[in-house]
């Protein structure tokens, strides 16, 4: 389908190949993987975007959030604030649902079989960001939980994550959260496996209707395979928030730095 790369063919690369498939003309991605609640982390790499676009100017500028903003760091509340009102006047942001969206959004329609569940995977540190204490009472009382999680959370919060999409198509490329089923149409995706899927695809090594760019699973360096770019760098446990820059057919990477 595409070519991408020769030499190590079915290999990942941790650095991006000297070409690409190609993204749209006269259109600059920047393509960022999961924030989870890191907002220093996502404060810094918006201002390197910024400064790049100021470097080298495009017609068009698109900042696609690969989902996941929220849950495990510990500023959620404050990230969904920063992004519900992040309009810049040199890129248009794009923003997916992930899975921790998902389920925030499950957790304050009332679902308490869930509650549990979140809390386990970082809820509890986007609970604590909105102010909401005693949360051993999670197991005791999980209806109380929910009602002051449903008492401190916004309703713009709410808003903004239903807007999210689950797939944004940019040139030869395809932006999810998780993944595709493989051998199914781009058209024929089902959200769950958008938002949620590791296997197959992780393990899949033959073309894509288009390279799924995507994050859900940490890598400790962006990879870069044949028919598929992960760049979820573990924001929360890492300090390193990673943006996949595309240009056409060029590519490159802009991150965080890491604690020292």
Same mark, same amino acid.
């Given at each position: 389908?595409?070519?991408?790369?020769?030499?190590?063919?079915?290999?990942?690369?941790?650095?991006?190949?000297?070409?690409?498939?190609?993204?749209?003309?006269?259109?600059?991605?920047?393509?960022?993987?999961?924030?989870?609640?890191?907002?220093?982390?996502?404060?810094?790499?918006?201002?390197?975007?910024?400064?790049?676009?100021?470097?080298?100017?495009?017609?068009?500028?698109?900042?696609?959030?690969?989902?996941?903003?929220?849950? #495990?760091?510990?500023?959620?509340?404050?990230?969904?604030?920063?992004?519900?009102?992040?309009?810049?006047?040199?890129?248009?942001?794009?923003?997916?649902?992930?899975?921790?969206?998902?389920?925030?959004?499950?957790?304050?329609?009332?679902?308490?079989?869930?509650?549990?569940?979140?809390?386990?995977?970082?809820? #509890?540190?986007? =609970?604590?960001?909105?102010?909401?204490?005693?949360?051993?009472?999670?197991?005791?009382?999980?209806? &109380?939980?929910?009602?002051?999680? +449903?008492?401190?959370?916004? &309703?713009?919060? +709410?808003?903004?994550?239903?807007?999210?999409?689950?797939?944004?198509?940019?040139?030869?490329?395809?932006?999810?959260?998780?993944? +595709?089923?493989?051998?199914?149409?781009?058209?024929?995706?089902?959200?769950?496996?958008?938002?949620?899927? #590791?296997?197959?695809?992780?393990?899949?090594?033959?073309?894509?209707?288009?390279?799924?760019?995507?994050?859900?699973?940490?890598?400790?360096?962006?990879?870069?395979?044949?028919?598929?770019? /992960? +760049?979820?760098?573990? =924001?929360?446990?890492?300090?390193?928030?990673?943006?996949?820059?595309?240009?056409?057919?060029?590519?490159?990477?802009?991150?965080? /730095?890491?604690?020292?």
């Amino acid at each position: 389908m595409f070519k991408l790369f020769s030499k190590r063919a079915r290999e990942k690369r941790e650095t991006p190949p000297d070409s690409l498939p190609s993204g749209p003309a006269g259109q600059r991605g920047y393509i960022i993987g999961d924030v989870h609640g890191c907002l220093n982390e996502l404060v810094a790499l918006l201002r390197l975007i910024k400064e790049d676009v100021a470097n080298s100017p495009a017609a068009d500028n698109y900042i696609v959030f690969l989902g996941d903003l929220i849950d #495990r760091g510990p500023s959620s509340a404050h990230v969904l604030e920063l992004l519900r009102q992040y309009k810049p006047d040199f890129a248009t942001p794009v923003f997916l649902k992930g899975n921790h969206e998902e389920l925030f959004l499950k957790i304050l329609e009332g679902r308490m079989d869930l509650l549990e569940s979140w809390f386990r995977f970082g809820g #509890r540190d986007c =609970a604590r960001s909105y102010g909401v204490d005693n949360l051993g009472s999670v197991f005791l009382n999980p209806e &109380q939980v929910i009602d002051n999680l +449903i008492d401190r959370v916004p &309703q713009s919060h +709410i808003d903004f994550q239903e807007t999210f999409a689950t797939m944004y198509e940019f040139g030869d490329f395809v932006c999810v959260h998780a993944g +595709i089923l493989p051998k199914t149409k781009l058209a024929d995706q089902k959200d769950k496996d958008l938002m949620w899927i #590791r296997e197959p695809f992780l393990s899949y090594k033959k073309p894509h209707e288009k390279v799924v760019i995507h994050g859900h699973t940490i890598v400790e360096e962006p990879e870069f395979f044949p028919n598929r770019i /992960a +760049i979820d760098t573990g =924001a929360y446990k890492s300090g390193v928030l990673a943006c996949l820059r595309i240009d056409g057919e060029k590519t490159s990477l802009i991150k965080t /730095a890491s604690p020292t």
